[in-house]
Structures are given as structure tokens and as C-alpha cells.
């Protein structure tokens, strides 16, 4: 679908995005409607990023799950705007735990009364706890603590060792001490406003068909208004001489007279030598965990529910996600998905490993969780990685965010690590790839 053109720029400028995952397409389609000339540079074969997707009995499904919340106003708006915005199903889901070798129902207000690991004590701790954190608005007063910091002083340590402190761990590894409140308080804000009105669980969105959907529709629309993807493209440097952009990429160079990034703030630290040196100390400190995300597919339910949170840590993954407990498994030719979710340090052992020895440590702990996959017939199994998957972000990260102005006249970037105080996730790449290309349109005499 296509919007109403704008007027054209009295001087159409050629601007160059780097990476085509969600916030590369929104921008550059954004700056094409705006009439300037837009060249997409992606890494790899195929655009999308992390909402990349393969297919299980003909039906498209991402490679790393993907939901949305009832507060992710700005994709909605995206999908309404591409013509997919009634595509968009908000279904029920069911949330587990797993602790001590057994999978409990969790996440309502009935099954926090039967999880047992907490103890009385410790359901006590996590009502206060999150009903503190829901209300507290100024998340700014919040910046100077960490996570786990803040659930010690405040006497939450039951709540600390059974559910946040192995969540925390699962994803952040030994840096888990350092994630920031703030973290803690936009996982419980937003999936408090998700939450269904009668207390029986959430309700969580998905694009009719995957979200790789929206991907395409914006390619379209990238192709029908002029501008052009590259893929397996990826860009090499980027420096500015006479008031215009070298882009070196694979296979060539051109020249540009505008920049705009999305991709991690480590690779764009690496791509663009002339940041100013006050930027580049003050972002090089920002760091990622990788995913690693094995899937199976099967020919039969494994639990009862859609997300289950893996609160032991000697477990290798931190959630079991079963997509067809959400997405009926008739979508999928009858067969059953499940994800298994393990974030990784960069410097992490599993990150290498090949994938016949990763299956080697995943299976008998995905048993374990789930006994009936014993009896299932594994029909299919996949392992997808992805690099600069999750931003770490500590304390006073305020300090530290880059802004989408990078400071070099020329260069705006919109990655995933300048998502705050939010969580990362699609909304806010739609978000900062808009503010992005805002902030560059308005620069523009
Ligand atoms: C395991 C997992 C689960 C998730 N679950 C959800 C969810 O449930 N709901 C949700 O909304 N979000 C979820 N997300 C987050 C969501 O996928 C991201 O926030 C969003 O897709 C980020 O888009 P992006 O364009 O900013 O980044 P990316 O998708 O990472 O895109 C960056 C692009 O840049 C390319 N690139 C990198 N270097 C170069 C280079 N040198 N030259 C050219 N191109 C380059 C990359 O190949 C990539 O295509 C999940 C993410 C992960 C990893």
C-alpha cells in the first residue's frame, strides 16, 4: 500500500542505510517518502535482521520467536500503515516456570497461590516487588541501581534466588550483577500493561503468517518508491571527505551524501573511524550478548504452555518457548514448534560450538523440562544464531546512549542499543529508525 507521496526535496540528497533488518527498512522508507535517493547495504542473502524467518509445514515462522505487547503502539501503527494492521491476531497465552526439576503454571494471580518455590515468604516478595516497580513512573530515580542490588537492599531475596536471580543469569551469564533497575522495571511496566483484563494471563500479538510479513511489505514498498536493497553487502568502512560519505562495502564503493546506521554500536564504532573521540570512548563500552536459538519440530505438544521460564541455572537455556501452545499447530501442517532460548556471552564456548554439539547439551535438559519429548518424533531440528542479539545495559546507561545524532555531520544511527529506558524488541526499532530518519530529514536546509 502506498502513501501519499510528499512534495519533492528541492535537492534529493543519495543516502546510504546500513542493514537491512526492521529499523534499515522503516528508515529508509521513511527518507524514500520523503523524496531522497536510498540504498540499503545488508550483510547477509536475505533482508530482515533478526526477524528473519524459515518455513515449518509451508507456513513462514521468524527464526527467534517474536510476539508482540498491547503497549507496541509503534508497530501496530507500522502494520496499519503498510496495510497488515488487521493482520495482527492478539491471542491468550499461558506462562510456565520451571524450578527444581518441575514446570509450574505462572505469570496469574491464581498460580503465583500453587508455586510452591517461593514459599509463603517469597510470593509476598513478589507481589511488593512488582507492585513497587509497576508504580514507580520516573524510571530516571531508578538509573543508579542494579537489578539485584535493588532486590537485596530492599529484602527480596527470596524472589532474588528462585526467579530473577537464574532469569538474570540465563541471560546475562557472569555479567547478570551488573544489569541495571531499570531493566528490571521495563520487563515488569510493559508485560504489566499486556495483561489481561479477567487475571487468567496475557494477551500477546503476532502478525497473521509471521512478522516476516511486514518485512516484505516494506521491501515492496522500499522497491515501488525507487530505492534499492543490496544484500550480501556488507558494509566495510565508512569515512567523510569534502562534506560526502565513502562507503566501502563488499565487492565496491560509492559515494553518499548522508549515513544512516542500524547496525550494533560495536560494528559501527569499527565502521566509522572519525567518530569524535569523547563518542567512541563513551560507546565503546556498550556490549551485547549473542542468541543462540534451537528449534524442533515435532509431531506433538510437549507442555502446556507457550513461554516457560527456565529458573535454574544449571539448566542450557534460559526459556522454552513453545510457539504452537500460542499459533495453532494446523498453521504449521499439524506440526508442534518449539524454540529454546540461550543468550550467550560474546567470549562464551557454546558461541563456536558446532551445532551436532550443541544438540549433544540441549536435548537431554529440553527432556528433562518437557519428559514427553522422549516419546516425540522429532521431525525437523534447526540451530540460528545471531550476533548482537540483546544490549547489556547497566547503571546510569543514560549517560552512555547514543544519540541518533552521532555527532559526525552526516552519520545517524539507530540500533538496538539505543532503545532505553525500554527494552529492545521490534516496537523500538520502528521507533528509533523513525527518530532517526526525523532527525536527519530535519537537518536538511
Ligand atoms: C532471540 C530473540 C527474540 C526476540 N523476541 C522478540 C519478540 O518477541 N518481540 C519483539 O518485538 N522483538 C523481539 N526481538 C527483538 C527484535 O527482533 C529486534 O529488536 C529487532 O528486530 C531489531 O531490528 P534492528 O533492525 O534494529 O536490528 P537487526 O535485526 O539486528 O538488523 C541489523 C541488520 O544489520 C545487518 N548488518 C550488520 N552489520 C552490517 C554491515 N557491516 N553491513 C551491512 N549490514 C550489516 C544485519 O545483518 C542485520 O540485518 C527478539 C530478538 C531476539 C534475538
Aim: charged residues 20%; glycine residues 10%; contains cysteine.
Amino acid at each position: 500500500m502506498l502513501a501519499d507521496p510528499a512534495p519533492a526535496p528541492k535537492s534529493p540528497r543519495r543516502i546510504a542505510v546500513v542493514g537491512g533488518g526492521l529499523a534499515g527498512l522503516v528508515a529508509a522508507d521513511r527518507l524514500l517518502a520523503a523524496g531522497h535517493s536510498v540504498v540499503v547495504f545488508e550483510k547477509y542473502p536475505e533482508a530482515g535482521g533478526l526477524v528473519g524467518t524459515f518455513s515449518v509445514g509451508g507456513e513462514a515462522i521468524e527464526r527467534f520467536y517474536h510476539h508482540l505487547f498491547t503497549s507496541d503502539v509503534d508497530y501496530v501503527s507500522l502494520a496499519e500503515d503498510l496495510g497488515l494492521g488487521g493482520e495482527i491476531e492478539w491471542l491468550p497465552s499461558k506462562m510456565g516456570f520451571y524450578s527444581g526439576g518441575r514446570l509450574y503454571p505462572f505469570g496469574t494471580p491464581a498460580s503465583l497461590l500453587g508455586f510452591s518455590p517461593l514459599g509463603v515468604k517469597g510470593r509476598l516478595e513478589l507481589v511488593l516487588s512488582t507492585l513497587r516497580l509497576r508504580h514507580m513512573s520516573d524510571w530516571r530515580a531508578l538509573e543508579g541501581e542494579t537489578a539485584i542490588g535493588w532486590l537485596k537492599k530492599n529484602g527480596y531475596g527470596r524472589v532474588l534466588d528462585v526467579v530473577w536471580g537464574p532469569l538474570l543469569t540465563q541471560k546475562y551469564g557472569r555479567r547478570a550483577e551488573e544489569v541495571g533497575l531499570v531493566w528490571l522495571w521495563g520487563k515488569i511496566a510493559l508485560r504489566s500493561r499486556s495483561r489481561d483484563k479477567t487475571g487468567l494471563g496475557e494477551r500477546l500479538g503476532y502478525m497473521r503468517g509471521s512478522f516476516g510479513r511486514v518485512v516484505e511489505a516494506l521491501l515492496s514498498r522500499i522497491a515501488s518508491r525507487g530505492g534499492e536493497l543490496r544484500p550480501a553487502r556488507p558494509v566495510k568502512l565508512a569515512s567523510r571527505s569534502d562534506g560526502r560519505w565513502l562507503v566501502e562495502f563488499r565487492g565496491g564503493s560509492e559515494t553518499f551524501d548522508l549515513v544512516l546506521s542500524t547496525v550494533a554500536i560495536p560494528e559501527l564504532l569499527r565502521l566509522v573511524p572519525d567518530l569524535p573521540a569523547e563518542a567512541r570512548a563513551a560507546w565503546s563500552g556498550i556490549s551485547y550478548t549473542h542468541a543462540l536459538c534451537p528449534v524442533l519440530v515435532v509431531d506433538r505438544p510437549l507442555t502446556r504452555f507457550y513461554w516457560t521460564n527456565v529458573g535454574d541455572v544449571t539448566m542450557p537455556f534460559g526459556g522454552f518457548i513453545e510457539h504452537t501452545n500460542y499459533i495453532p499447530s494446523s498453521r504449521y501442517g499439524g506440526n508442534h514448534v518449539i524454540y529454546l532460548s540461550d543468550y550467550v556471552l560474546p567470549d562464551d564456548p557454546k558461541w563456536t560450538m558446532p551445532d551436532r554439539d550443541l544438540w549433544e547439551i540441549y536435548l537431554p535438559a529440553a527432556t528433562r523440562l518437557a519428559p514427553e519429548l522422549e516419546r516425540a518424533r522429532i521431525l525437523e531440528r534447526h540451530l540460528f544464531r545471531a550476533e548482537y542479539a540483546q544490549p547489556i545495559v547497566g547503571t546510569h546507561y543514560s549517560r552512555v546512549l547514543p544519540p541518533v545524532r552521532t555527532g559526525v555531520p552526516g552519520l545517524y544511527s539507530a540500533a538496538m542499543a539505543q532503545v532505553y529506558p525500554e527494552d529492545r524488541g521490534q516496537n523500538y526499532a520502528v521507533k528509533i529508525a523513525r527518530e532517526a530518519a526525523a532527525a536527519l530529514l530535519s537537518d536538511l536546509p
